[in-house]
């Protein structure tokens, strides 16, 4: 089946703009993810949902980050009056039920804010 | 609290050469194992997993051991390739309770095979 796919794949935004990344899960993943991944970095933790509920946000960087999953599928990772510094590779990932705890990943949003 | 540190690159090989990257996490819970491989342009992809001490992951060629004792995930492949040349992740997953369900990345490490 189609994996994680994610949209736009480059992003190129003015300072101070809002932006909105799309992520959409394979099907029937209940768990998605968010991270980001600044240049030459590992991703790191931004967010965390079970079907539409968000769990964990401990990794959103301020409050201009806002992630939404209102059906239990898509999501949305909204970044408000974007700063120079929010310019990084943006993942999602989602993971099957059960036990085998494999996040498989999205190819990513590039984000460019200047 | 939770990470991974690995070793850091850019490691540069002959074709054919051995490969290992060093990957040591710290010893919080029972972490499962993880080595991610991005290849150029594109997104992560999962090379090769271990879910408890002593476990081997194995694919195309790479391996990996859960050792617990020397709380290490390191990463070896006998004869490496061009097509290898890539940044090579290594990540943990915890259960332990709280918020234990995302994972936790090394840095990565380059690694370009030359002809």
């Known amino acids: 089946g189609a994996g994680v796919s994610q949209s736009p794949r480059y992003k190129v935004a003015k300072r101070g703009q809002d932006v909105a990344l799309r992520c959409d899960p ?21 967010t965390y949902f079970q079907n539409e509920a968000q769990l964990d946000k401990s990794g959103l960087p301020s409050d201009r980050f806002f ?27 989602s993971r099957s039920p059960g036990f085998d705890n494999e996040q498989f990943f999205g190819p990513g949003t590039r984000l460019t804010v200047l | 609290g939770n990470s991974v540190t690995q070793m850091e690159g850019p490691v540069t090989l002959s074709e054919e050469a051995f490969l290992t990257i060093n990957c040591t996490y710290t010893a919080t819970g029972y972490p499962s194992l993880f080595w991610y491989v ?38 070896e492949k006998g004869s490496v390739q ?14 332990s309770g709280g918020s234990n369900y995302k994972l936790t990345f090394g840095k990565g490490t380059l690694l370009t095979v030359n002809p």
């Open chain 2, 38 to 75: 991005q290849y150029p342009g594109e997104g992560l992809q999962l090379l090769l997993k271990a879910t408890k001490a002593d476990d081997k992951g194995s694919n195309k060629g790479f391996e990996a051991t859960y050792r617990k004792e020397t709380t290490s995930f390191h990463l």
């Open chain 1, 67 to 93: 992630a939404e999953r209102p059906e239990g599928s898509v999501s949305t990772l909204k970044i408000q009056r974007t700063q120079q510094e929010d310019s990084a590779v943006y993942l999602c990932a």
């Open chain 1, 26 to 46: 394979i099907s029937g993943h209940v768990s998605l993810f968010w991270y980001q991944q600044a240049l030459g970095q590992g991703p790191e933790f931004l």
């Open chain 2, 82 to 95: 061009v097509s290898d040349s890539a940044v090579y992740f290594c990540a943990r997953f915890s259960w």
